[in-house]
């Protein structure tokens, strides 16, 4: 005898399908559960927690310290003779607090897919009425702020022991172009986790993309030391643009290395590699259904 | 008579032991070539950066504060030592905690460890798969270096730095013993060696002298088995000495080794047995 779903006690919901108000909104709601759910997972484990949040700040004392051991002080000729400051404290600060949302595209956004299969709620997931990409944004969405609560750790620290002399009214463009930046980025970290879905050893690519942006990206150095390839490579990730950008908002007299608009360069990257990340996550995901990968690793 | 036929037994079956846990882990490694060819390379793109500051701040190759508070004022083989020595860190310790979880993780751990066999020669077994694989990687990034940077490196002070070397590793045994321990006890020691990492990379000189942080920090640097690897490889590399100029540091060295091995000894015994009456081991 059936029964009606009435009887059972269930309700039946409408799932909002194609591009409207309603499903807009629906998918953000994904995003922020999605979200919220890696905050609960983080605060299970407080001590993983703490170590992350220190982490931005055991990684730049390194540079500070062996940039203020090589030149005896806090002023390099050098650096000021390639772009007009010779404040290294200052230089690295600004270049360092950018590498952590490097990680947040490469790790945090590479990961989330691969983790939730690591969990065994990979296929419970993608089963669900919503976009799989609301999962790896939430992931990203998490990351972003979690990085923004290492960067206040790493500024007050700095501005303590070394002292720190940036142009407050640089502030707002400067968070402008950091916001192109990471639009750019998060199009970078869904090619990623598109990786993610068919590499059994998804952390190499990860780990191995992360080094070479590193070095393409003039964190605790000028563009200008670089080959020229690598130069005109830097010119093909965000982070390279947006440095020298946020820097001359930043940074009292200092001189860009790369003439050009950051704030069209940076638009241009971010439709660039969001269109690239959404079709290539789209091939992925049919590929990896197709041939049921999708428990695989 | 007896007696000696039943040692030489014993012996023999110890080191099969440790062999076949070597031979496995190898085993383990060759299965993903990608993850082999990452650790002899992809390291050297972790201490670029530094070189490429160097230039940058300093217009050339050498540093005249350096030097003053180094006795040299090369900057590239100074970082260079310190990342290749660093990089027994990385493999070695969370190597060691996270072959224990992998044998949780595959459902062998309880096998293994009931095995009818002192569970100290599996641990000598898998130390020593570590310590093969982590030499064979810090060769390769070495080798890559001399011939990316034009590093000057005399053979002859090959000997001594590898001596050094054994040393060390030595003392990462002792620690990898204690976050095995851990492991085994508390499920993740994934964490606690990474934090042991940071301490590492923040309070030995592997990218600047010790001599450059504040007096409580140097105290502290002195504490950890690389410190004192890293001024004795870097003395004998660099500025030419031999070990009588070293002894002092080296004698330190083997104090911090002796400790940290039979500490781990210790608590390793101790939680396994602790652990077996839980009946915990496999959880994971």
Redesign the interface.
Known sequence: MDKSNKEYGLREVKCPTGFNWSNLKAELKAVWESNLKDWKIEFA?P??FI?QL??PL??L???L????????GRY????A??VGTGD?VAF?FTGYIMMGFIGTAVWAMGFSIRRERWFGTLEAIYVTPSSRLGQVLGMALHSTVHQILGIIIQFIVVYLTFGLALKIEGILPALGIFALMMIALYGFGIVISALGLILK?GW?VS??LY??M??LSP????LI??PTVAQQASALFPTAPALIGMRSFLIENYRPEVVGNVFLHLLTLGAAWILFGIVVFRLTDVYVRKRGMLKKF | MLKSAYQQSTLRSNFFVVWNELIKNLKFLLA?P??IV?WAI?PI??F???I????????GLQ????A??TGTGE?VPFIVIGAVLNSYVNTLLYGMGENIRREAYQGTLDYVLAAPCNKVYILIGKALSESLSSTIFAASQLTISVLLFGMNITLGVMLPVFFIVILFILGLYGMSLILAAVSLMYK?SY??A??IG?VF??FAP????IE??PTWAQIFGKLIPLTYALIIVRSFMLLGTNLSTVYLEVLALLIIDIVLLLAGFYLFSWIEEKTKKSGTISHH
């Open positions: 484990y001590v993983s170590r220190i982490s055991v990684f004392l390194p540079f310290i062996y940039g203020l051991v090589l030149i005896g390099s000729e050098n650096l003779q390639l290294v690295i050893e190499v780990d191995s080094s070479i590193m070095i964190v605790a150095y000028p030391v670089l | 993903y990608t993850i990452f992809f793109f972790w670029i950066p530094f490429l500051q160097g230039q940058a701040f300093v217009g540093s005249a504060n350096f003053q508070i900057y993740q964490d606690i990474e934090s940071y990379y923040i592997v990218r600047y002298p450059s942080l």
